[in-house]
T-cell receptor, first 112, second 105 residues
């Protein structure tokens, strides 16, 4: 079944540790996105990629990095996690920037 | 950056009632989407509607881009409609804070 997968489903992490959240899509979409969702704030864009090999910063990029080595994968890395990065992280993809987006199931991250 | 405001923030309905959710945005946009987040956290795209009107079963949406707003209509609501409804615009890919809908049996 075509779609987007994210891993892990949830994670508890000690502050200062490095963590990579994985995202894979099999729809051959060009654009991919990472969002965080915090209570009462909706979703905020962290980083995006319009096509393989390119990335850009969203609304809240500090403390996060991404890479887009191929069309299917778009990992999000927290180099040194802090408690304020406790959130639910969603990956999404679309055919092109601003086109209809499809979301993964999310990763619930807790930083202690 | 662009501001996206949704109203009302919370809405409680009796099953069978109709409702209208509103999304206002502060600047011109090329695309607008409506999403439903169910109680289990899953996000589903409802409409991709940069302008005009679309309908899908009991749901319909209208975007008036020149006046910078979009409306989501839910008719004959069901308990499965409960959840949070978000609008999002392509400018900076901004989401509104959402409308939390509770449909009571």
């Amino acid at each position: 079944i075509a779609g987007i997968t994210q891993a892990p489903t949830s994670q508890i992490l000690a502050a200062g540790r490095r963590m990579t959240l994985r995202c894979t899509q099999d729809m051959r979409h060009n654009a991919m996105y990472w969002y965080r969702q915090d209570l009462g704030l909706g979703l905020r864009l962290i980083h995006y990629s319009n096509t393989a090999g390119t990335t850009g910063k969203g609304e809240v990029p500090d403390g996060y990095s991404v890479s887009r080595a191929n069309t299917d994968d778009f990992p999000l890395t927290l180099a040194s996690a802090v408690p304020s990065q406790t959130s639910v992280y969603f990956c999404a993809s679309s055919q092109g920037w601003g086109n209809e987006q499809f979301f993964g199931p999310g990763t619930r991250l807790t930083v202690l | 950056g662009i501001q996206v405001e949704q109203s009302p923030p919370d809405l409680i309905l009796q099953e069978g009632a109709n409702s209208t959710l509103r999304c206002n945005f502060s600047d011109s946009v090329n695309n607008l989407q409506w999403f439903h987040q169910n109680p289990w956290g899953q996000l589903i795209n409802l409409f991709y509607i940069p302008s005009g009107t679309k309908q899908n079963g009991r749901l319909s949406a209208t975007t008036v881009a020149t006046e910078r707003y979009s409306l989501l209509y839910i008719s004959s609501s069901q308990t499965t409609d409960s959840g949070v409804y978000f609008c999002a615009v392509d400018s900076d890919m901004r989401f509104g804070a959402g409308t939390r809908l509770t449909v009571k049996p």
